[in-house]
């Protein structure tokens, strides 16, 4: 089993800055891919970032050119430098990692307990 714990999250006025961090333990073979997801209001988990092992990254629109997603792989984490800031970033931030645990096994999906960000305007 992987298990991911985040790390970060709180409460930061609109056109301010957070860093949230995962950690990743356990039996852990690979990761192929780190990511955060966030959940708002309406319940849906949407893509905020991800990060492939050999560094490509991807991010949804509404959050190109002000966060940032940074890997670890030593250290079997990833960051999300979060800037300027919107109310409407307010969410759970969710970790994820797709990971193998042995040579042989398949890919699976691992989710951390999430972190909330709140911005006020």
């Known amino acids: 089993q992987v298990q991911l714990v985040e790390s970060g999250g709180g409460l930061v006025q609109a056109g301010g800055s957070l860093r949230l961090s995962c950690a990743a333990s356990?039996?852990?073979?690979?990761?192929?891919?780190m990511g955060w997801y966030r959940q708002g209001p309406a319940n849906q988990r949407d893509l905020v970032a991800t990060i492939t092992s050999g560094g490509t990254t991807n991010y949804a629109d509404s959050v190109k050119g002000r966060f940032a997603i940074s890997r670890d792989n030593a250290n079997n984490t990833v960051y999300l430098q979060m800037n300027s800031l919107k109310p409407e970033d307010t969410a759970v931030y969710f970790c994820k990692a797709v990971a193998t645990t042995n040579a042989r096994s398949p890919t699976y999906q691992y989710w951390g307990q999430g972190t909330q960000v709140t911005v006020s305007s």
């Open positions: 356990g039996r852990i073979f690979s990761i192929n891919y």
